[in-house]
Nanobody, 118 residues
Framework: VHLVESGGGLVQAGGSLRLSCAAS????????MGWYRQAPGKQRELVAT??????????NYADSVKGRFTISRDNAKNTMYLQMNSLKPEDTAVYYC??????????WGQGTQVTVSS
C-alpha cells in the first residue's frame, strides 16, 4: 500500500485546510486509516481515525481537535480526507496519514506540513 498526502500549507489562525491521502496498491486489505501529526520536538500523536465503510465507518478524534476537524473517506477514490477548521497555532505540525491491514505493520505517507500563523 502506498499513501500520498497533499493539501498542507500556511494558513492564519481561524482558517481552514483540507488534507487528502490517496492510497494505491493493495487497498482492499485496509481496514482502518488515520491521521497523525508531529510538531517539532514532540512525539507523533494521533489526530483522528476512521474504519472503512464495510466495518461501520466509525471515527475517533483526539480531544484537542474534536469539533474542529472531520475525518472522512471516499472508498471509490481510495482517498481519505481531514477537514480542519478553526485552526490554531498549536495545530502546526507535519501531518501523516496511516493505513492498517491485518497482519502487517502500518503503512505511512511521507507527510505534509501544516503551518498556522497567529
Amino acid at each position: 500500500v502506498h499513501l500520498v498526502e497533499s493539501g498542507g500549507g500556511l494558513v492564519q489562525a481561524g482558517g481552514s485546510l483540507r488534507l487528502s491521502c490517496a492510497a494505491s496498491g493493495s487497498t482492499f486489505s485496509i481496514n482502518a486509516m488515520g491521521w497523525y501529526r508531529q510538531a517539532p520536538g514532540k512525539q507523533r500523536e494521533l489526530v483522528a481515525t476512521i474504519l472503512i465503510i464495510a466495518r461501520g465507518g466509525s471515527t475517533n478524534y483526539a480531544d484537542s481537535v474534536k469539533g474542529r476537524f472531520t475525518i472522512s473517506r471516499d472508498n471509490a477514490k481510495n482517498t481519505m480526507y481531514l477537514q480542519m477548521n478553526s485552526l490554531k497555532p498549536e495545530d502546526t505540525a507535519v501531518y501523516y496519514c496511516a493505513a492498517v491491514s491485518p497482519g502487517t505493520p502500518a503503512y505511512w505517507g511521507q507527510g505534509t506540513q501544516v503551518t498556522v500563523s497567529s
